[in-house]
């Protein structure tokens, strides 16, 4: 496949991780602007959520109709409209609405692209892909707390991103000759490719127990959200030090896609997942043993790293698990599962530690892999079994 094309889509997916972190940076100046309460971003992401799950569950019959290059597109738009239109809010009701379509358009762009790789493209280039993500959501906290440092608004930081977006955009929008040469979603097996109801998809050995992992790898969203307060208020840190330490999450995702896509294609995926779950579970459980600053540093970079390859190669495992006709509609119900269970399972911790106390993180954190490991060793037994079956010979 073309070198030129696959560096469209890693910038697209740039793209889709700029506005996953921005709203959490610019939030504490945002909701006095607007005057909201602090706790108005949890509806905001609520309403992000939402959208991406229909759009997930959706984008089957979309991008079957239309292609990927097509429904990519329009989503970059929806985002980048989403994010001027946040810059102009100046009621929550007007940001509600504009989380709408950021909601619909990474739903719709995050199924489509991540089906394509995993079809046409390695494992290495699918860790790739899955990194710049990363430096996506990199780039706007850097961008934003440079604006404030100067004094300029938040609006403003909203505006420099859409407008990064809408350079994408053109950019995207310019590729169309490169999908023209190499086979799209729509122009394969022909446009009339049969477009599969939930109920059939459900019915493929494996589905069910695979998108349930997906709900339960929120240990990686829960880290993220919830880490710094775990530190400040379960174990009295300073907030500098706990947003140091949390930091370290999301430089330790980075990198272990980075580095794990080295061996990506010489090492199973469900040896990849397996091997992950084990070392997260291990720097779990030295987080319960330790206080210190230095070692936290450490234990967080590492869980973090054994975070980054997971989800890449549960998306690849799709296309090698399931049958190739099937793989966009599973890898929509998939996402829409692990959507839902962003939108559940890390606001569940918080009512949780709001009675128990936020010492409750680790623990939590161990339940959640926990589950998720054994949803990974269904799905392999369901979709081995099912293999075996196929392969019976029929008797004469």
Same mark, same amino acid.
């Given at each position: 496949m073309?070198?030129a094309?696959?560096?469209?889509?890693y910038v697209a997916?740039?793209?889709?991780?700029?506005p996953?972190?921005?709203?959490?940076?610019?939030?504490?100046?945002?909701h !006095?602007?607007?005057?909201?309460? +602090?706790?108005?971003a949890g509806?905001?992401?609520?309403?992000?959520?939402?959208g991406?799950?229909?759009?997930?569950t959706?984008?089957?019959r979309?991008?079957k109709?239309?292609g990927?290059?097509?429904?990519?597109?329009f989503? +970059?738009l929806?985002?980048?409209c989403?994010?001027?239109?946040f810059?102009?809010?100046?009621?929550? %009701?007007?940001?509600?609405?504009?989380a709408?379509?950021l909601?619909?358009?990474? &739903? %719709?762009?995050?199924?489509?692209?991540?089906?394509?790789?995993?079809?046409?493209?390695?494992?290495?280039?699918?860790n790739?892909?899955?990194a710049?993500?990363?430096?996506?959501t990199?780039?706007?906290?850097?961008?934003?707390?440079?604006?404030?440092d100067?004094?300029?608004?938040w609006?403003?930081?909203y505006? +420099?991103?859409?407008?990064?977006?809408?350079?994408i955009?053109?950019?995207?929008?310019?590729?169309?000759?490169?999908w023209?040469?190499?086979?799209?979603?729509?122009?394969?097996?022909?446009?009339?490719?049969?477009?599969y109801? /939930?109920?059939?998809?459900?019915?493929?050995p494996?589905?069910?127990?695979?998108?349930?992992?997906?709900?339960?790898?929120?240990?990686?969203?829960t880290?993220?959200?919830?880490?710094a307060?775990?530190?400040?208020?379960?174990?009295? /840190?300073?907030?500098?030090?706990?947003?140091?330490?949390?930091?370290?999450?999301?430089i &330790?995702?980075?990198?272990?896609r980075?580095?794990?896509?080295?061996i990506?294609?010489?090492?199973?995926?469900?040896?990849?997942?397996?091997?992950?779950?084990?070392l +997260?579970?291990?720097?779990?459980?030295?987080?319960?043993?330790?206080?210190?600053a230095?070692?936290?540093?450490?234990i967080?970079f590492?869980m973090?790293f054994?975070?980054g390859?997971i989800y890449?190669a549960?998306?690849?495992?799709?296309v090698?698990?399931?049958?190739?006709?099937?793989?966009?509609?599973?890898?929509?119900? !998939?996402?829409?599962?692990?959507?839902?269970?962003?939108?559940?399972?890390?606001?569940?911790?918080?009512?949780?530690?709001?009675?128990?106390?936020?010492?409750?993180?680790?623990?939590y954190?161990?339940?959640?892999?926990i589950?998720?490991?054994?949803?990974?060793a269904?799905?392999? !037994?369901s979709?081995?079994?099912?293999?075996?079956v196929?392969?019976?010979?029929?008797?004469?």
């Amino acid at each position: 496949m073309s070198t030129a094309l696959l560096i469209v889509i890693y910038v697209a997916f740039i793209s889709l991780g700029l506005p996953d972190s921005v709203l959490g940076t610019a939030w504490p100046l945002m909701h !006095q602007d607007l005057g909201a309460s +602090i706790g108005s971003a949890g509806l905001i992401n609520m309403v992000v959520s939402i959208g991406t799950m229909l759009a997930s569950t959706s984008s089957q019959r979309v991008i079957k109709r239309f292609g990927t290059h097509a429904v990519s597109a329009f989503s +970059i738009l929806l985002t980048l409209c989403a994010l001027f239109a946040f810059s102009a809010s100046h009621h929550l %009701a007007a940001v509600l609405i504009a989380a709408i379509p950021l909601g619909f358009g990474a &739903g %719709a762009i995050d199924t489509a692209l991540n089906n394509y790789v995993a079809k046409h493209y390695s494992a290495m280039q699918m860790n790739l892909l899955h990194a710049f993500w990363g430096i996506g959501t990199i780039i706007a906290p850097i961008m934003l707390s440079r604006f404030f440092d100067s004094g300029r608004s938040w609006r403003e930081g909203y505006v +420099i991103l859409g407008t990064l977006q809408s350079i994408i955009f053109v950019i995207f929008v310019l590729s169309r000759p490169l999908w023209r040469i190499h086979a799209d979603e729509a122009d394969e097996d022909g446009k009339a490719s049969k477009v599969y109801s /939930m109920r059939e998809l459900f019915k493929t050995p494996g589905v069910l127990p695979s998108c349930l992992a997906f709900t339960f790898y929120t240990f990686e969203g829960t880290t993220m959200l919830w880490l710094a307060s775990h530190l400040v208020y379960g174990r009295g /840190m300073d907030a500098s030090t706990a947003a140091s330490i949390s930091s370290m999450t999301y430089i &330790g995702i980075t990198a272990g896609r980075i580095c794990t896509s080295f061996i990506a294609d010489r090492v199973r995926p469900e040896t990849l997942i397996r091997s992950s779950q084990a070392l +997260i579970l291990l720097a779990i459980l030295a987080m319960l043993f330790t206080d210190s600053a230095v070692a936290l540093h450490v234990i967080i970079f590492a869980m973090g790293f054994c975070f980054g390859p997971i989800y890449p190669a549960m998306v690849r495992q799709t296309v090698s698990c399931f049958p190739a006709d099937r793989s966009v509609g599973i890898i929509g119900l !998939q996402f829409s599962f692990g959507y839902f269970g962003s939108l559940v399972l890390p606001p569940l911790y918080g009512l949780l530690a709001s009675v128990l106390g936020q010492w409750l993180l680790p623990w939590y954190l161990l339940f959640l892999v926990i589950v998720h490991s054994a949803c990974m060793a269904m799905k392999i !037994q369901s979709t081995k079994h099912a293999k075996a079956v196929d392969e019976v010979p029929p008797h004469r």
